[in-house]
């Protein structure tokens, strides 16, 4: 007989067994998020014969040219989560507003935040791309009254559940709950996503950096002292060859590093000054983090833990530093000592 398989509702409904006994709402709410992302992945691979590349013309709240993908993969996620009752609202990259659960819906507990389509810049061009997610609870006193936006500005530690999907050579799930990282590996004939990754843990260390390499002439110090330094090799202070990748999504940069070990780095750059970072803290920075840190590795915006982080605004964007902690720590103290 094949070898038992764990499918994503066994591994949560076990998960309600657990001292931390996952509520069956949330069970239920990671079932229909993971659902959307089976949805979204049959139309990824369909690609040209899909009539799903391109661009739409139209700009999104981050001033972005949304791609068609962007749209159908947020439409697909509002469709699929508002009339299942876990949610009192959702938000989106692809909306400058939050989305309320229309009133013909029962409204749950739960606020659900996503990045659509991560990496839209590699649709067109058949590299890896993903969806993110990220669950936190509605305020106990939401209960009688519309959510608003401000009952979105939680910090990322406040987070009950994150995950991504990555839609490569293989489709994947990656999900934390609070108790660990855990991989599901989608099986297409039989439309079900398997277990295959048990116990995702980030090894401590590691001799692989990912980040943009066009804008060092913009970075602020620290962040050129320790690329300099991963440069220098075996002559240099570091006295090993670091390797490098940038694939320009981050859900699959980070999946790598969560695989195999590695920091990932987006840091402020001086090409636009006022933004503290190109990537977005509550739909990006958070979830990854909560993964990443769930899997025994570090998150800061250089200075700070990235989940400490007070939220301003529902599209505030931060610098980020994530990945195997002893690199993640040499960065962080670089900036410090800098200051
Ligand atoms: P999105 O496609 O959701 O807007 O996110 C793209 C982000 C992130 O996925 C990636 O790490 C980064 O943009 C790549 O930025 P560059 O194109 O500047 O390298
Ligand atoms: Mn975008
Ligand atoms: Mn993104
Ligand atoms: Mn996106």
Redesign the pocket.
Known sequence: MNKKRTSLTQYLVEKQRTDKALPPELRLLIEIVSRACKTISHHVSKGALGGVLGSLGTENI?G?VQKKLDVISNEYLLEANEWGGHLAAMAS?EMEAIYLIPNRYPKGEYLLLF?P?????NIDVNVSIGTIFSVIKAPADASGRDICEADFMQPGHTQVAAGYAIYGPQTMLVLTVGEGVVGFTLDREMGSWVLTHEDLTIPEQTSEFAI?MSNTRHWEKPVNRYIDECLAGTEGPRGKNFNMR?I????A?VHRLIIRGGVFM?PWDARDPNKPG??RLMY?ANPMSFLVEQAGGMSTNGRTRIMDIQPQGLHERVSVVMGSKEEVERVTRYHLEAD
């Not at 389509?117 to 810049?121: I, Q």
């Not at 320009?248 to 859900?251: E, H, T």
């Open positions: 981050q972005e990259e990045d389509l991560d990496g839209s810049s943009n940038w320009a999504s981050m859900v940069d987006y190109k990537l990006e």
